[in-house]
Structures are given as structure tokens and as C-alpha cells.
């Protein structure tokens, strides 16, 4: 999607003597080589990436409607990890962190209780919240693009947020509580990407245009529900709920849901990390993967297990958030090539640090909140076409 | 090593003709085995057997003895690598991740390449005169650069049959020819070559046997010299050659020829 010109090798060989050996191409001399090149020096970038996503979390414990000095929030958070390590009670460690911290950390608390609950109650579990969120949602994105061999999928291909809607708008219906809504879109999520999956095993053909087939199937089949239940809803609280959560939302993120979401998406991002290489063997199509000795069939239900359990768990406390997980998979291909070994990691670091960048955004540039999925398309949506007209190569 | 396809037979479905009727045949070492034939005559479903791929067919394709349908991926992958038509990649890799794809097989399933494979791609890509293209994206490349990248490929995943779906489809006249001699210098080398070709002049240059195929059958094997001939190719192609015989050096060659005007009559 966004592949360079194709350039030309050159008459020469890298000896700078024309070699009868090698391959050529004629009009070589205007056009720029493309032998002996050298990579662009990706450790150097990924380490700006993940110092730029640091600065991005403290940055986000600062900005609000409740204003909080970063000196402050540096000390509250310093002094929560100085109060964890000694009610550790090592001995050791309690001396190097009581010499290391004593100097900064001052004995008595300069902040107020109102501060330090902003911090703790509001705003980290808020902050950790789109950092996972991004995170699942880049990485399933940038997973279920390879082994699709298309790079216009995303997360959401195989029908789990349409999944996830129906479960949330049927929790809404029945006045089941926010735990529950979580509860149902997630399993709503599974149920969708589980059905497509089935409809795909039992019809015959070419498996990646089937499953792609079976996801809108499915896909359409929920959204069709979920506009009836919107349509049989109350119109004083159920409809506005409903519609207010399809458009994605980490205002009322809490610890609990973290705790919840962090368990499973560590958990599908564990595997797909670890697999990064098969991966990229994956995206070369089933016929050359399986000749490479690949079990293409299992790998494929790995990839689909895992990136549907984090795409359902990131949709079910945050609502639909379209545009992540379709363009950051993009940017980390900009920044840091196309090889899965660095995509996926950079896909998990840049996906949570843009969510919670845009999260900043949604809660300050306006007195009530603005929902996330809207967002995310007018921020990622000018920066996508501005790098693809800078050619995707200048990063 | 060896591979032996008896009694080969293949439909897509019970209501379709058969693909693949009764063919058999054996290659042993050092064989580069031109397979031609029209298009669509089953030559590549033909490979797509003997890869594990397809594997309802009658009849048995044996690698050393033991039936394909026996073996897994993993297993086969050690024995046979695929060639296919180099085309224009989704993901733009550089050519020596794309090469490392080929130690896949020896890797455990969580594992990354390491060096050790960095320094088996390095050379097959100085086997093949491709190291300098190590850095530049497999798109961006000419067609003959990307068709010896996925010949390197092969190399690394250290099977010794290797199965080619005409390797040379799209390549410009030199370079049809420099990847060509790099093949018939890998058939010197021991491995065993499978290659599909439109062009019978190939198989005169650099096969030592060939095979035509035809609705299906196999209508001639044997070496070049001896099956290839002017009837034959009126037969399968419905076009009149003249077989040249020339002098060329030390070499003796032969080319086909096809003979214009007379053509018309069939088409």
C-alpha cells in the first residue's frame, strides 16, 4: 500500500565493473541504487519510539480538567513505588531505593488527597486502559493483515466488533450494568469471529477469501441486530447509551476493567510476539508458507485466536474504535520496515502511545468528551494521508 | 534420493475431467526434468501434488520410498523446495529477510533466525552473485533478481529437489538466459530439478530429460534429443517448427524454429 517506486539495479556490480553474471536492467544510471544499501539504523528508532510513548504517559497524567504539576505527579508516582518497595520489607532493595529516591522524595506528602486520587483513580486506569487498548488493537491489525496478505484489513475483518456491539447493545437493553456490558461484548466479540470461522471450515475454495467472505456474512448478520435492538430501545436513556458506546469511550475506564483486560490481552500478545517470525513466512500465501515447511492451518487458528481475544476484550471496555488497528501497522511498517520481528513490537509500543495521545485529545480540546472513535479518524486520518504523499519513506 | 510418481491421477471434483491422467515418471540425481505443455494441461496441479498441497489423488508420488500423503510439511519441506513465479510481493521485505524465510524449517516454532542462518542466506546469495541486493526491498528489484532471490531461498531450506513453475515467465531475454544457466549449475551441483517451461528451446539448452504433457498424459519422456521433435510439437501446440541443428563452438545445438505462414491453417 504504501511500497516505495520501484527502482532499478544497476549496469554495475558493487566491484563497479559491469558483470556479465548479473542480473540488469537497462535506463539504470538515473534511477537510484538499490544495491549495497544500507538499513536505516531501526534499534535508533525504536528506542525514540518507546522514549516518545514514556514522555506521552507522563505527559498524560498532567493534562486535564484537574491540573496537576508535572513535578507533582512525578512525586506522587516516585513516592507509590518508594511506599510498594518498603512494604516489600527486602532489606537490600529497601536500602538502594531509600539512598536512590530519599534525595527527591520529600518525608512529607506535598500534594493534596484530591491530587493524588486524580492520579491513581482517574487518570491511570485511564491512561493503562488506551495503552492496552491501542496496543490489542495495532498488533491484531498488523497480525490479521499478514495472513490475509492485504494490507486494508483490520482488526475487526472477521466480524468482532460487530460481535462486540450486539453483545453491549443487548447489556444495555436489559439495564444489566456496566460489568456486564463488558462481559457481553466480549463474549458477543468471540461469538461473531467463532461463527465466521465455522462458515468459512464448511464451505469449499480458497480458505482466505472464504473467512474474509464469513466475516462481512457475520459481520452484517450482528450490525443488523443491533440496529434492531437500537431500533425496539428506549429512546430516553438506552438509545443515546448505546450509540454513545459504539462510538468508543475511556471515560469510564476503571482498575477492575484494566486488571480484566490486561490479563487477556497479555495473553493473546504473548503468542503473537513470540510467532513474529512464522508470520512473516505466513504473509507469502498458504501453497509457499506450507512449502517452507510451515503448518499453515494451525498457525492461522493461533493468529485468529489471539488477535480476536484482544480485539474483543479492547472493544468490550472501550467501545468501537475504528482506524487503529488498520493505519498503525502502517506507521510501524514507515518507521521500521516490514519485518514482523520489529512490526509486532512496534505495533504494541505505537498503537498504546497513539491511543492515549488521542485519549489526551478527547478529554481536554472540549468541555464534555469526545468520543474516541470519532477521533481517532480525524487525527490518524490527516497524519496517513501526510505521510503517504511524503512517499512513506522520509520517516 | 529419489522421487518416483506412479500411476498419478487427479480431478478437482468427481464431476470435472481428470487433470491428471495415469501420469508417471522418475528423477534421479543431477536431473534438470523440463516439463512442457500447453497451458492449463495440469502441470502445475502436477506440482502441487508432489508439494503436498493436493492430496486426493490416486496413484502415489514416493520421496525415498515413502508415500507423500504420509509425510507433513515439516518433513517435506526438508526434501523438496518451491519455486514459484516471482511476483510483486504485498509486503515489501529486504531480499535477505526474504531469503531467511528458507531456514524457517530448522528454526523451533517460537524461534527467530539467528546467525547461523544470517550466514547460510549470505551464501546462497554469493552462490547466486545476489549479495549486493541483501538491503534493497524484494519490490523493488528487476523480475530475474527476484526470481534468483527465491531460487536462494530454496538453497537455504537445504532440500535437493527443487520444483520451479516456469522460472523464467516474464524474465527479459538475458535474463532468461542467466537464470537458466544458474539452474542447470545447481542440477551439476546434485540437486534434482523440476521445471515447467514454454519454451522448448530451453529444454534442448539445459535439460538433460523432459517431459510433455498433455491433456493430462504424459505423451513423450525422455531426453530432449530424442522426444522433441517437429511432430510432437505440431501435436501439442498446433504450430509447424523446423529443429535447426547447429554447430556453436564447441557445442552442438539444437533450436526450434517456428515456421511463419505456415501456422495459419490451424489457428
Same mark, same amino acid.
Given at each position: 500500500m504504501v511500497d516505495a517506486v520501484p527502482t532499478r539495479s544497476p549496469l554495475t556490480g558493487p566491484d563497479g565493473a559491469t558483470s556479465a553474471d548479473q542480473l540488469h536492467?537497462?535506463?539504470?544510471?538515473?534511477?537510484?541504487?538499490?544495491?549495497?544499501?544500507?538499513?536505516?539504523?531501526?534499534l535508533l528508532r525504536f528506542v525514540l519510539l518507546v522514549i516518545a510513548v514514556a514522555l506521552c504517559v507522563i505527559l498524560s497524567f498532567v493534562v486535564g480538567r484537574f491540573s496537576i504539576g508535572i513535578s507533582d505527579v512525578i512525586l506522587i508516582l516516585l513516592s507509590s513505588v518508594f511506599q510498594f518497595v518498603i512494604s516489600l520489607n527486602i532489606p537490600i532493595l529497601?536500602?538502594?531505593?531509600?539512598?536512590?529516591?530519599?534525595?527527591?522524595?520529600?518525608?512529607?506528602?506535598?500534594?493534596?488527597?484530591?491530587?493524588?486520587?486524580?492520579?491513581?483513580?482517574?487518570?491511570?486506569?485511564?491512561?493503562?486502559?488506551?495503552?492496552?487498548?491501542?496496543? $490489542?488493537?495495532?498488533?491484531?491489525?498488523?497480525?490479521?493483515?499478514?495472513?490475509?496478505?492485504?494490507?486494508?484489513?483490520?482488526?475487526?475483518?472477521?466480524g468482532a466488533s460487530a460481535g462486540a456491539s450486539f453483545g453491549a447493545a443487548l447489556a444495555i437493553y436489559f439495564y444489566l450494568g456496566t460489568g456486564a456490558i463488558t462481559i457481553f461484548a466480549f463474549a458477543g466479540g468471540l461469538v461473531a469471529v467463532g461463527a465466521a470461522y465455522a462458515v468459512s471450515r464448511l464451505t469449499r475454495g480458497n480458505t482466505t477469501l472464504s473467512m474474509v467472505l464469513a466475516g462481512i456474512l457475520v459481520g452484517s448478520l450482528f450490525t443488523a441486530s443491533t440496529s434492531y435492538i437500537k431500533l425496539i430501545a428506549d429512546t430516553n436513556d438506552q438509545l443515546p447509551a448505546i450509540t454513545y458506546w459504539l462510538m468508543g469511550s475511556l471515560a469510564g475506564a476503571t482498575m477492575e476493567d484494566v486488571y480484566f483486560a490486561g490479563v487477556v490481552i497479555l495473553l493473546g500478545l504473548v503468542p503473537l510476539f513470540l510467532l513474529r517470525w512464522r508470520m512473516n513466512v505466513l504473509t507469502l500465501g498458504e501453497d509457499e508458507a506450507k512449502s517452507m515447511g510451515i503448518n499453515t492451518d494451525l498457525l492461522r487458528l493461533i493468529v485468529i485466536i489471539c488477535a480476536t481475544f484482544?480485539?474483543?476484550?479492547?472493544?468490550?471496555?472501550?467501545?468501537?474504535?475504528?482506524?487503529?488497528?488498520?493505519?498503525?501497522?502502517?506507521?510501524?511498517?514507515?518507521?521500521?520496515?516490514?519485518?514482523?520481528?520489529?512490526?509486532?513490537? $512496534?505495533a504494541i509500543i505505537m498503537g498504546g502511545?497513539?491511543?492515549?495521545?488521542?485519549?489526551?485529545? $478527547?478529554?481536554?480540546i472540549a468541555t464534555t468528551e469526545v468520543p474516541l472513535g470519532i477521533l481517532t479518524a480525524f487525527v490518524g486520518a490527516p497524519i496517513f494521508a501526510y505521510l503517504l504523499m511524503m512517499g512513506g519513506r522520509r520517516l | 534420493m529419489s522421487l518416483e510418481i506412479s500411476?498419478?491421477?487427479?480431478?478437482?471434483?468427481?464431476?470435472?475431467?481428470?487433470?491428471?491422467?495415469?501420469?508417471?515418471?522418475?528423477?534421479k540425481k543431477g536431473d534438470l526434468l523440463a516439463v512442457l505443455g500447453p497451458n492449463g494441461v495440469g502441470k502445475s496441479t502436477m506440482f502441487r501434488c508432489i508439494l503436498g498441497f493436493l492430496r486426493n489423488y490416486k496413484g502415489s508420488i514416493r520421496l525415498n520410498g515413502k508415500d507423500i500423503r504420509?509425510?507433513?510439511? /515439516?518433513?517435506?519441506? /526438508?526434501?523438496?523446495?518451491?519455486?514459484?513465479?516471482?511476483?510483486?510481493?504485498?509486503?515489501?521485505?529486504?531480499?535477505?529477510?526474504?531469503?531467511?524465510?528458507?531456514?524457517?524449517?530448522? #528454526?523451533?516454532?517460537?524461534?527467530?533466525p539467528g546467525q547461523k542462518q544470517i550466514d547460510e542466506a549470505y551464501a546462497a546469495m554469493d552462490n547466486l552473485g545476489i549479495t549486493h541486493l541483501r538491503n534493497a526491498g524484494y519490490g523493488e528489484i528487476s523480475g530475474g533478481e527476484r526470481q534468483l532471490a527465491l531460487i536462494a531461498r530454496a538453497l537455504v531450506q537445504k532440500a535437493r529437489i527443487l520444483i520451479m513453475d516456469e522460472p523464467t515467465a516474464n524474465l527479459d531475454y538475458g535474463n532468461q538466459f542467466r537464470v537458466m544457466c544458474r539452474i542447470s549449475?545447481?542440477?551439476?551441483?546434485?540437486?534434482?530439478?523440476?521445471?515447467?517451461?514454454?519454451?522448448?528451446?530451453?529444454?534442448?539448452?539445459?535439460?538433460?530429460?523432459? #517431459?510433455?504433457?498433455?491433456?493430462? /498424459?504424459?505423451?513423450?519422456d525422455g531426453t530432449p534429443e530424442d522426444v522433441l521433435d517437429a511432430k510432437l510439437?505440431?501435436?501439442?501446440?498446433?504450430?509447424?517448427?523446423?529443429?535447426?541443428?547447429?554447430?556453436?563452438?564447441?557445442?552442438?545445438?539444437?533450436?526450434?524454429?517456428?515456421?511463419?505462414g505456415a501456422t495459419e491453417k490451424y489457428g
Open positions: 536492467t537497462a535506463d539504470a544510471v538515473s534511477a537510484p541504487s538499490v544495491s549495497d544499501r544500507d538499513l536505516p539504523n531501526y529497601c536500602d538502594i531505593v531509600q539512598i536512590l529516591l530519599s534525595p527527591i522524595v520529600p518525608a512529607t506528602e506535598a500534594w493534596d488527597d484530591a491530587m493524588y486520587s486524580v492520579v491513581f483513580n482517574i487518570r491511570l486506569p485511564r491512561i493503562l486502559a488506551a495503552l492496552l487498548v491501542g496496543a $490489542a488493537l495495532s498488533t491484531a491489525g498488523a497480525a490479521y493483515q499478514g495472513m490475509f496478505q492485504n494490507p486494508l484489513v483490520s482488526p475487526d475483518i472477521l484482544v480485539t474483543a476484550v479492547a472493544v468490550s471496555i472501550s467501545g468501537i474504535i475504528g482506524w487503529v488497528g488498520l493505519v498503525i501497522p502502517h506507521f510501524c511498517r514507515m518507521l521500521l520496515g516490514y519485518d514482523y520481528r520489529r512490526v509486532i513490537p $512496534a502511545g497513539f491511543l492515549l495521545l488521542v485519549d489526551d485529545f $478527547a478529554r481536554t | 500411476h498419478l491421477s487427479f480431478a478437482y471434483s468427481r464431476r470435472t475431467r481428470l487433470v491428471l491422467d495415469d501420469v508417471s515418471f522418475s528423477v504420509t509425510l507433513d510439511h /515439516k518433513e517435506i519441506a /526438508k526434501h523438496i523446495a518451491y519455486i514459484p513465479q516471482s511476483t510483486y510481493p504485498v509486503f515489501n521485505y529486504t531480499v535477505l529477510d526474504v531469503i531467511l524465510m528458507g531456514t524457517t524449517n530448522q #528454526l523451533n516454532l517460537l524461534s527467530v549449475g545447481l542440477a551439476q551441483e546434485g540437486y534434482i530439478i523440476i521445471l515447467s517451461t514454454h519454451n522448448p528451446d530451453h529444454a534442448f539448452l539445459y535439460a538433460n530429460r523432459t #517431459l510433455m504433457i498433455y491433456g493430462g /498424459k504424459v505423451i513423450a510439437i505440431r501435436d501439442v501446440y498446433g504450430m509447424d517448427v523446423h529443429i535447426e541443428e547447429c554447430q556453436c563452438g564447441s557445442r552442438h545445438h539444437r533450436l526450434c524454429i517456428p515456421i511463419i
